[in-house]
T-cell receptor, first 116, second 112 residues
């Protein structure tokens, strides 16, 4: 257990509405990530954070924004949800704290989002 | 962009059989990792590989980092029903961000 909690675990919303997913960690790790998982695509990185207020884009960042105002919370926001954003979203942390971050990630249980 | 090609896409085997799956890329990776995902849960790290040619075991699982740094394989020996799940390979290019590229996954089903 990596001390990661995602909320909500399930959400159904309508096209055009804003949605925020929350990732909360209890172990004070520096690096946090948001991935989405879709059939046939594996997991794809949306955004990641390397510290409070320090974030960067991943390979599928269009339509998403993130914020990290506290070490323990990493928020993913869909400003105006679209049907193509229907997916399972996973938060992850890396326990690496030094210069080398080798990608040994620990994932939350996922948030299933359906956009109608 | 970088892509990982994972094969096979799915496998249906008898309990007790050995399993082999692999991942290839046109790009060089510095780290290869293998994850397993059970239904309704997040992926769990199985094995991490850091050096070309490295062979690492974790119980019945063995993984290797290809010498060209463009491929990796995972073997599972004497499969059991709880091996059922989706197995993902992942690669990391940069050494200080933890950003991973994932394969499409191999779905494993084991018949008791």
């Amino acid at each position: 257990d990596a001390g990661i909690t995602q909320s909500p675990r399930h959400k159904v919303t309508e096209t055009g509405t804003p949605v925020t997913l929350r990732c909360h960690q209890t172990e004070n790790h520096r690096y946090m990530y948001w991935y989405r998982q879709d059939p046939g695509h594996g997991l794809r990185l949306i955004h990641y954070s390397y510290g409070v207020k320090d974030t960067d884009k991943g390979e599928v960042s269009d339509g998403y924004s993130v914020s990290r105002s506290k070490t323990e919370d990493f928020l993913l926001t869909l400003e105006s949800a679209t049907s193509s954003q229907t997916s399972v979203y996973f938060c992850a942390i890396s326990r690496s704290s030094g210069r080398e971050n080798t990608g040994e990630l620990f994932f939350g249980e996922g948030s299933r989002l359906t956009v109608l | 962009g970088q892509q990982l090609n994972q094969s096979p896409q799915s496998m249906f085997i008898q309990e007790g059989e050995d399993v082999s799956m692999n991942c290839t890329s046109s790009s060089i990776f510095n780290t290869w990792l293998w994850y397993k995902q059970d239904p309704g849960e997040g992926p769990v790290l199985l094995i991490a590989l850091y050096k070309a040619g490295e062979l690492t075991s974790n119980g019945r699982l063995t993984a290797q980092f290809g010498i060209t740094r463009k491929d990796s394989f995972l073997n599972i020996s004497a499969s059991i029903p709880s091996d059922v799940g989706i197995y993902f390979c992942a690669g990391s290019v940069t050494s200080n961000t933890g950003k991973l590229i994932f394969g499409q996954g191999t779905t494993l089903q084991v018949k008791p």
